[in-house]
Nanobody
Framework: QVQLVESGGGLVQPGGSLRLSCAAS????????MGWYRQTPGKQRELVAI???????TYADSVKGRCTISRDNGKNTVYLQMNGLKFEDTAVYYC??????????????????WGQGTQVTVST
């Protein structure tokens, strides 16, 4: 069984920083894209940043220059360093991993897995 476990959310003042972590565990053959999304009540989940297994990155325009995604492939872990946090960054942040689990076999399909979500609140 595959699990994504996030950590690092919390309460921070405007202008502050947080680092989110997400570790994938379980019976995994390969991990491809890993990323971060966020969601606020009444809105659709939106992409924050994503990184391919080769290291290519994509960021939402709203976080460019303030957030950095990185990953440790040896640890199956993805990170999101967030600086210069703004009120509008308040959301539940979810990590995602596109991976091929052992249950599908080497030639089997990939699936997207999600973490449980971690709350980030930017407030005075």
């Amino acid at each position: 069984q595959v699990q994504l476990v996030e950590s690092g959310g919390g309460l921070v003042q405007p202008g502050g920083s947080l680092r989110l972590s997400c570790a994938a565990s379980g019976s995994i053959i390969s991990i491809y894209d890993m990323g971060w999304y966020r969601q606020t009540p009444g809105k659709q989940r939106e992409l924050v940043a994503i990184m391919t297994s080769g290291g290519s990155t994509t960021y939402a325009d709203s976080v460019k220059g303030r957030c950095t995604i990185s990953r440790d492939n040896g640890k199956n872990t993805v990170y999101l360093q967030m600086n210069g946090l703004k009120f509008e960054d308040t959301a539940v942040y979810y990590c995602s991993a596109d991976l091929r689990p052992l249950t599908t076999g080497v030639g089997g399909p990939r699936y997207r897995y999600w973490g449980q979500g971690t709350q980030v609140t930017v407030s005075t």
